[in-house]
């Protein structure tokens, strides 16, 4: 699950890699989009195994948009009852 994750996040995370980096040379780029892919997968298999029984999209929408609003430097985060808003 975790390969078929990682795949499936790459080509995402590649172009936000591209954005938030800028130019890197290949194998920096590479490595990045892999460890954020993977990192990505992680947070998923936590929210599917260690989750509430039902899980919640929603929070895992919340979880992921969190991560990906502090890598982006936002400081405008607003989360309220656990959610963001």
Avoid: C, Y
Avoid at 15 to 22: D, E, N
Avoid at 29 to 41: C, I, M
Avoid at 47 to 55: A, T
């Amino acid at each position: 699950m975790t390969r078929a994750l990682n795949s499936l996040f790459s080509s995402f995370q590649r172009q936000a890699v591209r954005k938030l980096f800028g130019e890197l040379d290949q194998g920096t780029a590479e490595d990045l989009t892999t460890l954020l892919a993977g990192g990505t997968a992680a947070v998923i298999n936590d929210w599917l195994i260690d989750g509430d029984d039902p899980i919640d999209p929603e929070e895992l929408t919340d979880r992921l948009l969190r991560l990906v609003l502090v890598l982006a430097g936002s400081q405008h985060v607003r989360v309220e009852g656990g959610r963001v808003r």
